[in-house]
């Protein structure tokens, strides 16, 4: 494992200690999307753009999020957060530029990761993070980010 896994396991072990102690007995979904996006967004520098897209009624609906403006509604199977909403599989994109459909919200944006939100079967929300820097993302962000959603919701 790289020292830079070594570092992401550790944060995301810091992580996951914030949010059970912010979190227990929580059952808000705003709530909790806002303090994940919050947490997850102060612990990595490389996170550019931290949040949440909800389904509602077969549209992804931005928010709660960390970062800058982005795109308020993406369709279903549109762009990485879609693609990730439809097939109910994350999607680690290590070049935007270089995922066919790839939603630019914001230029400075050059890697993603986003991850599903499942409840009852149903993808409720998806998790996306951006990243100026290329190739940031890899299995350990999707492990440790799977993990988070499946915990908290
Ligand atoms: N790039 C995303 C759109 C959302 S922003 O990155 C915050 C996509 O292709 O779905």
């Given amino acids: 494992m790289s020292v830079m896994s070594d570092e992401k396991v550790e944060k995301y072990g810091e ?15 705003i709530v909790k999307m806002a303090s994940i996006a919050s ?19 077969g549209e992804l609906v931005i928010g709660p999020y960390q970062g800058t403006p982005a795109c308020l509604r993406i369709g279903m199977g549109r762009g990485v957060c879609g693609t ?9 994109v290590e070049d935007v530029h270089a995922f066919p459909g790839h939603i630019a919200c914001d230029a400075r944006s050059a890697s ?16 996306d ?4 820097m ?4 890899d299995s350990v962000d999707a492990e440790y980010l799977e993990m988070i959603v499946s915990r908290f919701f």
């Fill in 39 to 57: 947490v997850l967004h102060g612990a990595f520098e490389g996170f550019y753009w931290t949040g949440f897209y909800r389904n509602l009624g």
């Fill in 112 to 127: 993603e990761i986003v991850v599903p939100v499942t409840v009852g079967g149903e993808v409720i929300a998806v998790l």
């Fill in 15 to 29: 992580c996951l200690l914030k949010l059970g102690g912010l979190l227990e007995g929580e059952g808000d979904e």
């Fill in 84 to 92: 990730a909403a439809e097939t109910g599989e994350t999607q680690v």
């Fill in 129 to 132: 993070v951006d990243s100026t």
């Fill in 134 to 137: 290329l190739h940031y993302f």
